[in-house]
């Protein structure tokens, strides 16, 4: 399982300047040899562009989404009626282990470092991410991650079915599918941590002249802020589970009670990782709504410091708070208190930012379209979440409802109404300077108002049946709870056609939609100013920033400029102020 | 707009307050839980409707009108003294709901000020659920769970496997059965009837069918059930058992919970079998692949289970430790049941 996706990423070329070094071959720094995109094919082989990389990484998580997705229809056949009717036991905790583990580490986390990967070199006004080679090596690691969960499903007992968590002693007693997560969840950490890195030294050594920390459009904030979180974090679920294969594979008891294993262990390193990791999860999707609604509402961040600091804060608090999954687990009972402070303190930089969000939409002039809409959407189901997250601090309430469907409708919440209308508003929004076309407008806006519904009238109601005692992961519940099951397998059917609309119209527009402008919507920061899509090496001349990102309705406000001697070209003049028509 | 938001919280709140959220509220533990769920639905719907309000109000006045496509909002850049108010405020609110959360956590985990609170030792493992009692010296155990009303009662949970919860939803407490370690909880019970046992933590492949059911008796009734069980007829089956004194076995009675004694699993927590009315599904459904078979086959299936597996079930799921947790006459009774059962 380890050797054949290496075998695949020396087949594909990806080490092969570490065999030119080895070897004492020149490695030439300026081999532009692999760079950019010459045709679809392009989008086949390793290649070190970073806009390339960003378009391999979304379109690959969006395939995720879908197989994921795929699965949540399948539990919610079987979840129709109670009984068995679909997918036998073991089957059914399969799927939702596999969906659950695709979605989290095949979707989210590098659908925002692919959208991160194309459009933050450009809005620093970098060239390219500072390790081309590396991030094309971070890339190819996920289709192995991928493929290998997938191909679970054929190991003989099954696929993985202890769940994303992958709790011990269930896992290291497991059929061999467990393995499959195991060395999976390795490829997919490493590539985040090596993108992490690469995000790290890219937003610190490559930024635009002028560009200092504070004239940063938030996006690269909100970047800078999840890669310390994964740089830190990430080792820590590499180590849980190399605990569990030491103890599968051979012998170990780690997590053996019996040898002496403790296995509250197993669940402290965990959740050291992954608490943060829902953070991860998260603060790009802060990034791109903060983009989306300055432009959209034509008004600077209101607030923009604190909406740096309180991403600092997020990730400093985001490591004291892990426990909080384990308030039922067993654990030393005063380690709850302090979980909790942390926890609901926590609640407070984030409602700093959906204030400040709110105070950035008062008295702007807001365009409604998709991304805009899907913005405001993330705003209220974020909120929805975070509600329910504050809830679920509370240690009383939590013991009720812990492993319970009040967590999977939290969990929804803010994974689908808050990280993925986030990354679809973000889509939308850089659909034209990605592809160079324009999507669909109208049907953005059905996709939109079919996902807000649906993904309530789905998730919404698991509250209710969590609080009434219908435990999570369960293939079968008592009779009691049937009515709500129903209807919510038929909301989620309906949710899960919604995505067709969102397939269909970026394949459509891809292909045929009409050719986008450079700026469509007059935004100020940096990848608007060049071209759609952007020149191969992104900017003919070097950009000099000169004022802040968001500064719409300043008169004459400019945020960068094109070559020092030239600042009055033509193609340099921002858009955005008052008297100014839509560029072209 | 400040009134509508007044309007729309108020029907809001009452709306939470309305909703049935909770299953019966069948503990001192479960009172004080579901009255802080109250003041955490007062508390939240507020904030919701302040959000979703401002977004609202946004989105309908502040909308871009035709003609004003090139038009931006003011520069407002902040406002110091909004920031600050909207970072003290909710750091206030969430100091209180800690600081109360703290106080019920404290009533719902004290011990009964008089008195000695009794001790049941509950054991995970996959996938049921066994419970054994002291009382007063006299040790039996139970596959079923039995409290008396109005006692404190404190379970010291385990298991024999891996991790399961020990989760009963109309008490609201639950805690995980941790290999290696003792966890407890106490509840004290004031409605008399019988509520679901759950396992609320993923113990692999009959997870979803770890169910039983907890009585919750008068205390006349309690001490009743307490002398039948610890008489040693009763109990004495599954000893020894030789000689033809021992009682008949009840074996539909063995296939629902199981051996109690020596902790043999429940047949029906992983197989569906209609005559006994069990829903399992970890393993084949009874009724369709016992059809045919003759007795020879049944008994080989349960003290030997992986030497033949129906199609499309694995092996070493299906403990093979019955022949050691069952004695000949429970084993045969079994047999003779089901073979029964089967012809129908
Ligand atoms: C159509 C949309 C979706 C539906 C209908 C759906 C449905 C489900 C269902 C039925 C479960 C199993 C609950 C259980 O028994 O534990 C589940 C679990 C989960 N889903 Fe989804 N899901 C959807 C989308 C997503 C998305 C977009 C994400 C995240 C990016 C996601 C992340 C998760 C996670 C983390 C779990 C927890 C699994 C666990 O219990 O360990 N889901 N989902
Ligand atoms: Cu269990």
């Keep these: 399982m380890f050797v054949l996706p290496f075998a695949f990423l020396i087949g594909l070329g990806c080490f092969d300047y570490w065999f030119y070094w080895a070897a004492g071959k020149p490695t030439r720094a300026e081999d532009h040899s692999s760079h950019g995109a010459t045709s679809w094919k392009s989008y086949f082989h390793p290649n070190t562009d970073h806009k390339v990389i960003g378009i391999q990484y979304t379109v690959h998580s969006f395939f995720f989404l879908f197989v994921g997705g795929l699965m949540a229809m399948l539990m919610r056949a079987e979840l129709a009626q109670p009984g068995r009717q679909f997918v036998d036991a073991n089957t059914f905790n399969g799927l939702f282990s596999v969906h659950a583990s695709i979605l989290i580490f095949l979707f989210i986390i590098p659908v925002f470092a692919g959208l991160a990967n194309f459009v933050l070199p450009l809005m620093i006004g970098a060239p390219d991410m500072a390790f081309p080679r590396l991030n094309a090596l971070s890339f190819w690691l996920l289709p192995c991650a991928g493929v290998l969960m997938l191909a679970s499903f054929f190991a003989p007992g099954g696929s993985f079915a202890s769940g994303w968590t992958a709790y011990a002693p269930l896992s290291t007693t497991a059929p061999l599918g467990q393995m499959f997560f195991t060395i999976a969840v390795q490829f997919a950490g490493a590539s985040s941590i090596a993108t992490a890195l690469n995000f790290l030294v890219t937003i610190i050594t490559m930024r635009a002249p002028g560009m200092s920390f504070f004239r ?39 997590f053996d009670a019996d040898k002496g294993g403790d296995v509250l262990m197993y669940q402290h390193v965990f959740w050291f990782y992954s608490h943060p990791a829902v953070y991860i999860m998260m603060l790009p999707g802060f990034g791109i709504v903060s983009e989306v609604l300055a432009v959209k509402a034509r008004k600077p961040i209101f607030g923009y410091r604190m909406m740096a600091f309180s991403l600092l804060a997020i990730v400093v608090l985001g490591f004291t708070v892990w426990a909080h999954h384990m308030f039922v687990s067993g654990m030393q009972s005063w380690i709850r208190i302090p979980m909790m402070v942390t926890t609901a303190i ?62 999977v409708a939290h969990i929804h919440y803010v994974l689908f109404g808050g990280s993925l209308f986030t990354i679809f508003a973000g889509v939308y929004y850089w659909f034209p300077k990605m592809t160079g076309r324009m999507y669909d407008e109208k049907l953005g806006k059905l996709h939109f108002w079919t996902t807000f519904v649906f993904f309530n009238a789905t998730f919404a109601p698991m509250h209710i049946i969590g609080v009434n005692g219908m435990p999570r992961r369960v293939a079968d519940y008592a009779d009691q709870f049937a009515t709500w099951n129903l209807v919510i397998s038929l909301a989620s059917f309906c949710l899960g056609l919604s995505s067709l609309i969102f397939a269909y119209n970026m394949v459509a527009s891809w292909r045929g939609g009409a050719r986008a402008v450079a700026n469509p919507w007059r935004a100020l920061t940096l990848e608007w100013q060049v071209s759609s899509p952007p020149p191969v090496f992104n900017f003919d001349q070097v950009p000099t920033v000169v004022g802040g990102p968001y500064e719409y309705g300043v008169p004459g406000a400019v945020h960068g400029i ?17 008297a100014q028509p839509p560029t072209e | 707009m400040v009134i509508v938001g007044l309007i729309a919280s108020v029907l809001g709140i009452a709306l939470g307050l309305v909703i049935d959220w909770f299953p019966a509220q069948g503990s001192e533990q479960a009172k004080k839980i579901d009255t802080f769920w109250d003041v955490l639905i007062i508390c939240s719907v507020p904030v919701f409707v302040l959000v979703t309000g401002v977004v609202l109000y946004s989105a309908r006045y502040f909308r871009m009108r035709p003609g004003e496509e090139n038009l ?22 969430l100091m209180a709901l800690c600081t109360y959360a703290y106080l019920v956590l404290h009533d719902i985990e004290k011990a009964p000020a008089a008195g000695n609170e009794r001790q049941i030792q509950v054991n995970g493992q996959q996938f049921t659920w ?32 891996v991790l399961h919860d020990f989760w009963v939803p109309a008490w609201r407490m639950k805690i ?6 003792t966890t407890n909880y106490r509840v004290t019970p004031i409605k008399l009837g019988t509520y679901p046992v759950v396992c609320a933590e993923l113990c692999g492949l009959g997870h979803a069918f770890m169910r039983q059911t907890a009585h919750v008796l008068p205390k006349a009734q309690y001490a009743a059930w307490v002398k039948k069980m610890s008489a040693p007829a009763a109990g004495g089956a599954a000893a020894g058992g030789a000689g033809g ?28 079998l209609a005559d006994a009315g069990t829903a399992g599904g970890v393993g084949p459904e009874l009724d369709q692949v016992l059809k045919g078979k003759d007795a020879a086959f049944i008994k080989e299936s349960i003290l030997n289970p992986n030497a033949e597996i129906a199609a499309g079930f694995d092996k070493g799921i299906m403990p093979d430790t019955y022949s050691k ?3 000949g006459p429970e084993v045969d009774a079994l047999v003779k049941y089901l073979e029964e059962v089967a012809a129908k």
């Excluded at chain 2, 009682?247 to 992983?270: I, S």
Aim: net charge negative; aromatic share 12%; charged share 15%.
């Design chain 1, 216 to 254: 940063m459009p938030l996006l690269a904030w909100a970047n800078f802020s999840t890669s310390l979180l994964v740089v830190i974090a990430t080792p820590f679920i590499a180590a849980s589970q190399f605990f569990v294969l030491l103890d599968y594979a051979l012998g170990f008891h780690f």
């Design chain 2, 72 to 93: 931006d909002g003011p520069p407002i850049h902040g406002n110091t003294r909004l920031e600050v108010v909207w970072t003290a405020i909710p750091a206030i609110m």
């Design chain 2, 176 to 181: 995980d059965a941790v290999p290696g370690i």
């Design chain 1, 562 to 578: 094109f070559g020092p001697a030239a600042p009055a070209e033509a193609k340099a003049t921002p858009a955005g102020t008052h």
């Design chain 2, 130 to 161: 066994t419970f054994d009692y002291n009382e007063g010296g006299k040790k039996f155990s139970s596959a079923q769970l039995y409290v008396p009303e109005g006692e404190s009662v404190k379970f010291n949970v385990k298991t024999r496997d």
């Design chain 2, 245 to 272: 004194a021992a009682p008949a076995v009840d074996a539909k009675a063995l296939f629902q919970q199981g051996e109690t004694q020596t902790g043999a699993t429940a047949c029906g927590g992983c197989h569906k």
């Design chain 1, 346 to 407: 926590i609640a407070v930089p984030t409602g700093i930012k959906i204030f400040s969000w709110l105070a950035t939409l008062w008295r702007g002039v807001i365009r409604l379209d998709t991304p805009m809409l899907f913005a405001l959407g993330f705003l209220t189901m974020f909120t929805c979440g975070g509600i329910s997250g504050v809830m679920l601090a509370m240690i009383p309430l939590d013991i009720h409802v812990s492993d319970t469907y009040f967590i």
């Design chain 2, 325 to 327: 947790l069952l004695t």
